[in-house]
């Protein structure tokens, strides 16, 4: 074993999740190793703006995952972004991650926090105007669209619970669904239809996004018959569902039906050693400080499972 390439931890993931983990690993004298393969920081720096974390007023996540970042490095924790993971071997009780270009590293415990992604329309716009008008999460971005108009995209619960309430920033919410029906609750739809503040467009869909710098309107095709028209709009909330960044995990850590991480109240997975947070596990809300306090879990779980595991080893007959 290559002494250098081995660490107590290897974190998968750099969203919150992941850095929370780092630093509580390596504030614990764990040597830790983060991998992450897009930047650091996640999802979170899409977000324009947070002003709903705890002892912070307001903070872009670009910010705030520049800080995760330098506190977990400060502490010794290190950080490989933009990295291509080619294997994984988890079974055994030291684990081992194969880099892309044939790196090699192994770890007593892994914790799992590759994140997820918001499914989106992929239409013409949407990648560049994301976070400067469209948004997948209101209850980071609504109190943004104050007395303006808004569209919500969508036809589940997300959408008309998060429709719902969006009125109480936006002075209208139009929810465009491609279907003549919702596939809601009964009770969603029913507070949505109520809603003096929201407007419905079935049979529809948002076919592309315009503006320069910020979201000035969207591109609706008529379903029934094809035809097209231009909306102003201040805003567009998507709510078509969430898909977890777990592809590469299939077949080595439970997952449910929609592919999240299954793990229990410690972040323990069903691979012993094998702990997950953030997005990517099944729970109800996605939030920073949700994500936060998953990483937190996991990596004082792994730290105590390390800690077993070195001790029972010293107890083991020469």
């Not at 830790?32 to 912070?56: C, D, F, K, R, W």
């Not at 994140?115 to 999460?137: A, F, H, W």
């Amino acid at each position: 074993m290559n002494t250098n390439n081995h660490y107590g931890a290897i974190v998968i993931g750099a969203g919150p999740a992941g850095l929370s983990a780092g630093i509580y690993l390596s504030r614990a004298r764990v040597r830790t190793l983060i991998l992450s393969e897009s930047t650091v920081g996640g999802q979170m720096i899409l977000t324009h703006e947070i002003a709903n974390y705890p002892g912070v007023e307001n903070i872009s996540g670009y910010q705030l995952s520049g800080i995760m970042k330098n506190q977990a490095k400060k502490f010794g924790c290190e950080i490989k972004a933009n990295i291509s993971i080619e294997a994984l071997n988890l079974n055994n009780d030291l684990k081992e991650v194969i880099l892309s270009n044939g790196n090699r590293f192994t770890a007593d415990a892994i914790i799992l926090s590759p994140g997820g992604r918001s499914r989106t329309l992929g239409v013409p716009g949407e990648d560049i105007l994301k976070g400067k008008g469209i948004s997948y999460c209101a209850t980071c971005d609504g109190d943004f669209f104050t007395n303006k108009e808004i569209m919500v995209v969508g036809g589940g619960n997300s959408a008309l619970e998060e429709a719902v309430s969006l009125t109480r920033y936006a002075s209208k919410a139009t929810i465009v669904h491609q279907f003549d029906h919702f596939q809601a609750f009964e009770y969603a739809v029913e507070e949505a239809e109520q809603n003096p503040k929201i407007s419905f467009m079935m049979e529809s869909t948002i076919s592309g996004f315009f503006g320069d710098e910020k979201l000035e309107g969207v591109e609706i095709t008529d379903l029934k018959d094809g035809s097209k028209q231009n909306h102003a709009i201040d805003g567009v909330f998507i709510f078509i569902g969430y898909v977890p960044n777990t592809e590469f995990l299939q077949g080595k850590v439970e997952l449910n039906k929609w592919k999240e991480i299954i793990v229990d109240p410690n972040m323990q997975t069903n691979v012993k050693g094998v702990f997950a947070a953030g997005d990517s596990i099944v729970k109800k809300y996605r939030q920073v400080t949700t994500a936060v306090a998953d990483g937190t879990i996991a990596a004082l779980a792994a730290s105590r499972y390390i800690h077993e595991l070195h001790k029972a080893k010293t107890l083991l007959p020469v």
